[in-house]
């Protein structure tokens, strides 16, 4: 385990925070966070840390969450992308709560880490990506959006199927002006 940079370095101990015009894609399904960076031509990295990332079961959940914020915010140190956009989910009936509380608590996470190193978080909603992947069926499913967007792509990557290939139809829907739920530029904070 590598310590998490402080708020002036990168993670490579290159220099302070510079971030690129890169849009890290998010989706949120089973206790992972699938993940997806796009760089400005709507290319996608393919770095196997950059597949999908979760909270460790095996610790206490305190120290479960507070791990999962410094990897979070590693990641975003090392590949410093400008925004983050996170596919909103659907659902929006018959949680668990514990699901629900898990899905609240890395989505924050994902929130807490943009503000600390300063790029913007935008929350997508699906239909505004379903437009804009010219999914036109009027009762679309995430699988229509995974065939639109693999279309974008050579060769579907690891957990590409319905999983990761969300992320990248949030990290595309913004770069193609999705109207996101929620846009912030937040200014960094201190988090111990």
Known sequence: LRAAPTSDDASDGSGPWAPTNRIL??????????LALVDPLNTLIDDSELRRISVSP??????????????????????QPATIA????RQAANWVYGAAFARA??????MIAAAD??????????????????????????????????????????YWSGKRSLAFVAAAAFALGAEPADVESVPAIAMP
């Open 25 to 34: 894609g998010v989706h949120l399904a089973a206790g992972f966070a699938y």
């Open 117 to 158: 190193v300063g790029c913007k978080y935008a929350l997508i909603k699906q239909g505004s990506a379903a437009k804009l992947l010219q999914v036109t069926d009027r009762k679309w499913t995430s699988a229509d959006l995974t065939a639109a967007v693999t279309k974008q792509v050579s060769g579907p990557p690891l």
């Open 58 to 79: 095996y610790m206490a959940s305190t120290d479960a969450r507070r791990d999962f914020y410094g990897r979070v915010r590693q990641l975003l140190r090392g590949h």
């Open 86 to 89: 996170l596919l909103h989910t």
């Open 105 to 110: 608590a890395m989505e924050v996470t994902f």
